[in-house]
């Protein structure tokens, strides 16, 4: 959790890494209770407004929260906490996420549609808000790390066949 701006808004980070292992035997009930600490949580923090970080990367499949669990906490969550959120941020999105958001987009208010970003890189979530004031975990960082080297061996291998150069060219 950090803040932004003169009046001090609420950064919410959310970390999907460290949530629970779904094949757990409590995990619906882990889940709902950590459900009613992050609201409980947001109530006694937001008072303006705020916006979420919701770290995706380094997060295996069988720890992201369901789509079930995701619409349910959007419903739950009151009218005052939905108009105060300006954005919603999605670091490293997975293929996975982007669906069930696509998938949901007529489901979902417009306006909260509107306030979902995706966000690929932990540079360019600095360009859109004070990181000094926000705590990335590792794996995270080492997560963005690796992601960023794979691009840039990516882009070099095609810059060294000569093919692709032909093509570059073009």
Same mark, same amino acid.
């Given at each position: 959790?950090?803040?932004? /701006? ?7 980070? =959310? ?28 109530? *006694? ?11 995706? /990367? ?19 969550? #009151? ?5 105060? *959120?300006?954005? =919603?941020?999605?670091? +490293?999105?997975?293929? =996975? ?37 926000? +705590? ?24 060294? #066949? ?9």
């Amino acid at each position: 959790t950090g803040y932004y /701006g003169d009046g001090l808004n609420a950064i919410i980070v =959310f970390a999907a890494c460290f949530l629970p292992d779904s094949s757990r035997t409590d995990y619906n009930y882990v889940m709902e209770n950590l459900f009613l600490y992050v609201i409980s949580t947001l109530e *006694l923090m937001v008072a303006e407004d705020y916006m979420i970080v919701y770290l995706n /990367g380094a997060t295996p499949r069988r720890r992201m929260p369901g789509l079930g669990w995701m619409k349910k906490c959007y419903q739950m969550i #009151d009218r005052r906490l939905r108009k105060n *959120l300006k954005s =919603f941020i999605i670091v +490293h999105p997975s293929w =996975f996420i982007r669906t069930i958001l696509a998938v949901t987009r007529p489901f979902i208010s417009s306006k909260f549609s509107s306030k979902i970003q995706y966000v690929y890189t932990l540079a360019e979530l600095q360009e859109m808000i004070p990181m000094e004031y926000v +705590h990335i975990p590792d794996s995270i960082v080492k997560y963005d790390e690796e992601k960023y080297i794979k691009r840039r061996m990516r882009t070099s291998c095609l810059s060294d #066949d000569p093919e692709m150069a032909s093509v570059e060219q073009e």
